[in-house]
């Protein structure tokens, strides 16, 4: 083990990269460079004759963050000494120097603009022109530069040829050219400011006002362009997510949201009745929902409110004091080793696990504490000079083994929940040590290298004009120069590397954590099933969950189920709002609807509920009968097709039959029939394929599982893989693991979603299972419907939204399909398919109808897809929509 995490910790120190930066784990870069004094590298007199026209573009609409798109154009003369360079490959330092003076400036060090993206490498094309010079070769040399950015925080921001400061109400646009482009020959400056358009503007634009395009036509030197905007509120906002009291409120919703499942929990245990007869499973889980409730109140305290504390004091509120601010990156040790030390403890860990989860906690917990014992000073750790190699392996150490302790308490406390609610039988009761510390390091050996191949991708983009040769700086000195060295490429580059292993762990306990809602679930989900086992040969088991029952699905509706949404201007404050709102869409519909299934209905002569005499051992002779019905109906089909000559003497013969099917015994034992338009056929798909509402849910669970799989892989990649969105991906930290934790956790989702269905199957209205299916679906969309008119008077994106809210529709509508063809599973051997017993389980007018609705919904799904490919893709931000508190 001592090896295996040696070679860890020497891996992470040349590669672990961390965004030192904020809560969101924007990064904070380093820029260093020099002013070369006297002399002119960029050769500054060649390009006095150089054509250039500036835009930038602000898009407000349909998105969170103001999206500032730069476009620089130059028309390069051949005769400038650096032009050829311009010609080389993107990789050669002489094609960096040449493009540096035009974009940049004249600097030789080491320079990172974070804020600016580039889609593609800047254009270069010669330029002919009649009279070509005598070898028939090209005059100039024209280069476009395009770029974007996001006004995601308050601060300056460099694009192009532009700078952006980014005020509280208003925003300041000037233009900021390098040196070497101040002489030349502007042609066209363009600003296109868009709604609600400019408050001012100097000097006075030759066309355009108000929303109109802004537009300058100097034909000399550059002018001092400057536009000033007062943005609409929710951009406003959106700008402001990492700075006080904005940041406060955001964290302050997220932990809301925590304790709102804490306080239900209590509520929760506190209600549920216990058994006449001790039960000891139940006891057990009933003991393990108390005690998650507790941890997962200590979590949240420590985790989410140690990002509130940071967020309120402003840590992260300037973009310049990125030094300053590693000094918080330690106390993501000490927080993520308190939270995987209260997890291990609530799994019960053996004395050797218990031990190796206290040598790991004191790994981590000495150097965050005492810093100075392992010469540990973040502000300079995150600079050149290197610091001692002790150093970075206490660093490497301390990140490692700190993840390691969350990880391990995390899946320990997810088998714990699963293991004693009966939900996962392993061939152990207690984890083997060796099993789990290789399966821990193995996790956070794959994160480590996601982690540090997206650290390297993000420093090469930012740093992509900075010579890779470490320059000398000559000062001129009296009679001699003196030579003055400057760190470097190489330098910067290993302490950005460092930067990002200092913040490792304050990133990927924040990911880590944020899925503590599947334990939650799986807490709620073992209560259920060891209630579920207790009643399962009671006499009323068929009529559904009792109302404790129902309350732990009211539960898990929020917890497991609902998106995780309330997202507005780039900010959680309502986060918490959508428990209750998820909360009240299922038990209001559970409302409207009560008393419309069909186990509701009443028989005929003596008014009772159908579901009063419904029992499990009805089950077998109700099938029977529903295949005699099914028979007869086809039987009658033919007949009204004209291939019998007696069909009248024939047609009442199999009505009298039919009739006779209807015949029912009431729960006293007097003669009875089925209520009306109730069929035998009908109460069958109503009992569902289990023999128990539990079995129901699971077997919905079941069947979800496969229909799920490609709507899930969707979903990844309409959030996470196309257009924009992968760049945003390769250029997260965690954004490679995090595409396979998506996916799974769609994978929960849609699994939960189906065991809903399954419990509530007696309850939901409709006799077929696409019609139960649509009254859970329609809950589901209620809070996301309300979201999207939150979303529309924002103007922020939609699609995503409407794309996850289909597909739990598709998902939940197939499941109800497979539901009923379960119910019938004894007939499959004598069809060829399951098409064919669909058509005759659901006859032809339903098998018609289903056959529609289907269709209806691959439509949208298609619609969906279509707009998601032809939309140009959002920035690499979060799109707000995303598998259930995720």
Known sequence: MSVVLAVLVLFGSAAVPASAGSLSGAPFAA???????PSDICKSQGLKTADVKASLRLNHDDRTYTRFVSELTIKVPLSWSLADGLLLSPASDRYRRAMRCLTRGSFEGVETNWQEWRSEDPAVTPVWEVPALDDGSARWVEVVVKAHGLADQRGKLRLGPWTVHVGKARWFIRLTP?????????????????????????????????????????????????????????????????????????????????????????????????????????????????????????????????????????????????????????????????????????????KVMALSGALLSAVAVVPALRPDLVNLEPETFVKPPDPSG????????????????????????VRRLAVDGGLYRPRNAQPRLWSLLTGTFTTIAIIVICYAAAAERDWNRAS????????????????????????????????ELRSNLLWFTHNAQNWWCGMVWVPSGLAILAVLRAR?????????????????????????????IGLSIGVYTASGALTWVWFFAYLLALAGMLR???????????????REPLKETLRVADRPGLLDRARTYRELHARLRRLDQGQADDT?????????????????????????????????????????????????????????????????????????????????????????????????????????????LGALWHQLPGRRGPTKAFFLALAYALPAGLFALGNWFLGEEQTGLAFAVTAMLLVLTLTGILMDLETFREEHLYWRSRIGLLYSVYQLRFFSIQLAWLLAQAAAIATIWQLFAEAGGSPPTSSGVSPPRS
């Open 31 to 37: 820029v260093a460079r020099s002013d070369i004094g």
């Open 178 to 350: 390098p040196d070497a482009l101040q002489g030349a020959i502007w042609q066209q400056i363009t600003v296109d400011p868009g709604r609600p358009g400019a408050v001012s503007a100097t000097p006075e634009a030759a066309l355009g006002r108000n929303s109109d395009r802004l537009a300058w036509y100097p034909g000399r030197a550059a002018p001092d362009v400057g536009v000033r905007i007062a943005p609409a509120w929710p951009r406003s906002f959106s700008a402001q997510d990492d700075n006080p009291p904005f940041s406060t409120f955001d964290e302050a919703g997220y932990l809301l949201w925590s304790l709102l499942v804490v306080v239900a929990l209590w509520r929760i245990v506190i209600m549920l009745p216990r058994a006449y007869v001790p039960d000891p499973v139940e006891d057990r889980t009933r003991d393990n929902l108390r005690n998650w409730s507790w941890t997962l109140l200590a979590v949240a305290l420590v985790v989410q409110g140690s990002n509130l504390y940071l967020g309120s004091i402003g840590a992260f509120d300037d973009n310049e004091e990125w030094a300053e601010q590693a000094a918080h990156a330690p106390w993501a040790w000490l927080t993520a080793a308190v939270a995987g030390a209260v997890l291990l403890w609530f799994a019960r860990p053996s």
């Open 390 to 413: 002790a150093t970075i392996t206490v660093v490497c150490a301390a990140a490692v083994c700190s993840m390691a302790l969350l990880v391990m308490g995390g899946t320990a406390a």
């Open 464 to 495: 992509w004009l900075s010579p890779h040769i470490d320059p000398g700086r000559w000062s001129p000195g009296i009679g001699a120069a003196t030579p003055e060295w400057e760190f470097g490429y190489g330098p910067w580059h290993v302490a």
């Open 532 to 560: 579920a086992g207790r009643t399962a040969n009671a006499t009323m088991a068929r009529r559904g969950p009792s109302a404790a029952d129902r309350s732990l699905l009211l539960l898990l509706f929020p917890v497991m």
């Open 592 to 606: 409207i609807v009560s008393g419309r299934a069909v186990g509701d209905q009443p028989l005929q002569k003596s």
């Open 648 to 756: 009248s003497v024939q047609r009442r013969r199999l009505e009298g039959r039919l009739s006779r099917l209807h015949r029912w015994r009431s729960s006293t034992g007097s003669r009875d029939r089925l209520p009306h338009e109730v069929s035998v056929v009908d109460a069958a798909l109503a009992l569902g394929p289990g023999g128990t509402w539990w079995e129901n849910g699971v077997t919905a669970a079941r069947l979800a599982q496969p229909v799920a799989l490609p709507l899930s892989s969707a979903l990844v990649w309409a959030h996470q893989l196309r257009g924009e969105s992968l760049t945003g991906t390769l250029y997260d930290r965690l954004g490679l693991p995090d595409v396979f934790i998506q996916f799974a956790l769609w994978q929960i989702g849609f699994a939960a979603a189906g065991l809903v």
